[in-house]
């Protein structure tokens, strides 16, 4: 048997914690006591025989009391998530990825869709959607019922009023498998291309009454949108695209695409990046839209829009500028593009590190000529920084919430490899080497969930502006832990770890790609650095 004794394989005076995730148990070591790591399979046990058979996850997560607990409510839907998961989602992953993977990869696989309806039936369908947007979508698109409310709602269409903190503990979740986010209609672009067609050309009225329950959620009044920050994103999802429509959609444009998009039943992506400048600089970006009449004219040539591959995908967001001698940050604009619009050309699909993230994926698209209906602008023209400045925040903290639970999958895969395998005369998990290197794994992830969870606090008590700088911190942090957890992982298994065979990999590919989608660690640093030398009146 594997025994821990007082810390001294690892170098430590007390303790070691190794966090359960999934079915693994905890290992507790203090003064030389270790519990038993209970997992299933053949796999060596570990430590004294102290099991936690009858203590589920949510059971341990509510022991500690602190300025991070889950309430009753979301601690309720973890678990129903992560029982989705093992009961549904892994054993699906191997028929994803050969789909993925075959001459029918840019088709959707049916037991996806089987899914969804299961999902919607355990309420665990549009999580992400903030208390604000549903309060604005409801009234726009459910103008019979209760404003405060969204019972009765069909398939839970508006979510489950969470705040930017309680989604964190789900998003995370789902961040374990690259196919769960989509299965529970949460996945990057679509959630802020939703938010952004909800609140363009609000009645004041409504306006004032949404931004008085994010004041009272908060404590502090909203706060203007900051411009001044030109991150730029690479990739987007789904989520993103459903969050920019209910912020910024009118009651025509919700109707028209916003129903579709909560359903699940259609998709969309954002064309923003394009190959010709630095669009971490969105500045830079040379996509017009030119006012003629009653409609807008659009050419440029974009990619990295994400999601326009998929079969689904009925709607863009376009980024570009209706005046080129504006101040910098009034010339762009964001437009509404029907993809099947004459003058829409999907040019090839992008590879990441090989993966083409098929039926999904990551598109070269060129407008020549594209014209569509002035009605299509969104908030007005100029207000393009406006509009990305409002979707990034909670867009980036989904991403990071994401890559803390990619990491976790990493963890688990590891521990399991290590109590499986021999080398040298002994398990992996024995090595002092490999003890040394998975606490350290161990640290890093616990520090960098911290940080995503008070950015997430402070995103909802203070809202976008003041939370930046955290916000910022934690998207530096979590993709850059998350590689060093999933490079471990890796290593660990060894040839396994770098093939197909296993989802490391992919989930390690993601990892790198979201340290230049929305906006690289460089942006990120120097916002930190800014706001660093403004607190000290430099």
């Known amino acids: 048997m594997l025994y821990i004794e007082k810390g ?30 209970d997992i299933p399979g053949d796999a060596p046990k570990v430590g004294l025989l102290k099991k936690f058979e009858n203590e589920s996850e949510d059971q341990w997560l509510q022991k500690e009391q602190g300025k991070f607990v889950p309430s009753p409510k979301v601690l309720d839907l973890r678990n129903k998530l992560l029982k989705f998961l093992e009961n549904h989602i892994y054993p699906m992953e191997n028929e994803f990825y050969e789909l993925a993977q075959s001459s029918s990869r840019w088709t959707v696989h049916p037991k996806e869709e089987t899914l969804k309806e299961v999902a919607k039936s355990e309420g665990l369908w549009n999580l992400w959607i903030p208390l604000d947007s549903a309060v604005r979508a ?29 989604y964190g503990y789900l998003c995370e979740v789902m961040g374990r498998s690259v196919w769960a986010p989509q299965i529970f209609n949460c996945g990057a672009p679509d959630t802020g291309c939703y938010e952004d067609l909800s609140v363009t050309q ?58 579709p998009l909560l359903e699940g039943k259609t998709r969309s992506g954002f064309a923003m990046t394009e190959p010709r400048v630095a669009s971490s600089d969105a500045t830079n970006i040379e996509c017009s839209i030119t006012r003629q009449g009653d409609s807008y004219l659009i050419n440029g040539h974009k990619w990295w829009t994400s999601g326009a591959m998929d079969p689904r995908c009925k709607l863009l967001i376009v980024m570009g500028k209706t005046d080129f001698t504006a101040p910098k940050h009034k010339q762009q604009s964001m437009i509404l593009v029907d993809i099947n619009t004459p003058g829409v050309h999907i040019k090839r699909s992008l590879m990441v590190f090989g993966f083409d993230d098929a039926p999904h994926g990551h598109a070269e698209v060129t407008f020549e000529n594209v014209r569509v ?44 490899r290590a109590l499986s395998r021999h080398v040298f005369g002994k398990l992996i998990a024995q090595q002092g080497s490999f003890q040394s290197d998975i606490a350290k794994c161990r640290v890093e992830l616990e520090k960098t969930r911290l940080l995503v969870l008070e950015a997430a606090d402070q995103l909802d008590r203070l809202g976008n502006k ?73």
């Open 8 to 37: 001294k394989r690892l170098g430590v005076a007390s303790k070691l914690l190794l966090r359960k995730s999934g079915p693994f148990r905890i290992i507790h070591c203090i003064g030389g006591n270790a519990d038993e790591l």
């Open 138 to 166: 409801k009234k726009v698109l459910f103008p019979g019922t209760s404003q405060g409310s969204s019972e009765g709602m069909n398939n839970h269409l508006l979510g489950s009023g969470l705040s930017n903190l309680e």
């Open 202 to 259: 609000l009645d004041q009225q409504f306006l004032q009454a949404s931004n008085s329950i994010r004041q009272h959620i908060s404590g502090t009044p909203v706060d203007d949108v900051d411009i001044g920050n030109t991150d730029n994103k690479l990739l987007l999802g789904d989520s993103m695209l459903v969050n920019v429509l209910l912020r910024y959609g009118t009651t025509e444009q919700l109707q028209e695409w916003l129903i």
């Open 373 to 416: 209906p002035a009605r299509n602008i969104l908030l007005g023209e100029g207000r393009g920084f406006e509009i990305a400045q409002g979707r990034l925040g909670p867009g980036r903290l989904h991403h990071c919430m994401r890559l803390i639970g990619a990491a976790e999958r990493g963890m688990q895969m590891m521990v399991q």
């Open 466 to 538: 003041k939370a930046r700088g955290t916000i910022a911190m934690a998207k530096v942090a979590a993709p850059n832990m998350a590689l060093q957890v999933l490079d471990m992982a890796m290593q660990v298994h060894g040839g396994a770890g770098v093939s197909s065979d296993t989802v490391l990999s992919h989930l390690w590919a993601t990892a790198r790609t979201l340290r230049i989608a929305d906006g690289p660690d460089e942006v990120h640093l120097g916002t930190i650095a800014k706001l660093e030398l403004q607190r000290a009146n430099l």
